[in-house]
């Protein structure tokens, strides 16, 4: 099955740029969607089709995906960015939905 | 605006059985296809299961097949998880979700039932 690599943890000063990888093999040619959960919360697309942001969702977020790498971007990052971030693509072999292992982002 | 709400959680043995539901409300529920998503305590998003939105295509990943069964009720707008053998490695937070019509991904989820089996 397809496996989505992620780092556990990030950590980002207020009001510098987070980036959170997401790793599979050729990922590139896949649609990548990202999610955001806040503790005790369902979790909240912020990202989908790889970089299209859902209405509401702050222009301070983009995506990218190339290669074997997608990448969530955050610029500009707030305190209530903390949240725990998963990145999301559907395994073309079995047509099901695979979750990377996710990763925590600390605003310090 | 779409509205989902998971319910039907709670504690249960070891082997035992329980149905969770999620109701639907805001859209037209007929012309989506849902899923089950869990999250063990203090770990990530696991799929669970897939149906299309005439019940025709269902989908189960490995650590449900045989125990899990997903269904719906279109006339109800509701989804239903009936979850049987269960074990102690089943005990989640699970959450119904919806597809987006438009790309694939993840628009809407319930507000999510924790299981808890244990004896």
């Known amino acids: 099955s397809y496996v989505l690599t992620q780092p556990p943890s990030v950590s980002v000063a207020p009001g510098k740029t987070a980036r959170i990888t997401c790793g599979g093999n050729n990922i590139g040619s896949k649609s990548v969607n990202w999610y955001q959960q806040r503790p005790g919360q369902a979790p909240v697309v912020v990202i989908y089709y790889d970089s299209d942001r859902p209405s509401g969702i702050p222009e301070r977020f983009s995506g990218s995906n190339s290669g074997n790498t997608a990448t969530l971007t955050i610029s500009r990052v707030e305190a209530g960015d903390e949240a725990d971030y998963y990145c999301?693509?559907?395994?073309?072999?079995?047509?099901?939905?695979?979750f990377g292992g996710g990763t925590k982002l600390t605003v310090l | 605006e779409a509205q989902l709400v998971d319910s039907g959680g709670g504690l249960v043995q070891p082997g035992g059985s329980l149905r969770l539901s999620c109701a639907a409300s805001g859209f037209t529920f007929s012309t989506y296809s849902m899923n089950w998503v869990r999250q063990a305590p203090g770990k990530g998003l696991e799929w669970l299961s897939y149906i299309s939105s005439g019940s025709s295509v269902m989908y189960y990943a490995d650590s449900v097949k045989g125990r899990f069964t997903i269904s719906r009720d279109n006339a109800k707008s509701s989804l239903y998880l009936q979850m049987s053998s269960l074990r102690a490695e089943d005990t989640a937070v699970y959450y119904c979700?919806?597809?987006?019509?438009?790309?694939?991904?993840?628009?809407?989820w319930g507000q999510g039932t924790l299981v808890t089996v244990s004896s």
């Open positions: 999301q693509v559907w395994d073309s072999s079995s047509d099901h939905p695979v």
């Open positions: 979700a919806r597809v987006s019509s438009a790309f694939r991904y993840f628009d809407y």
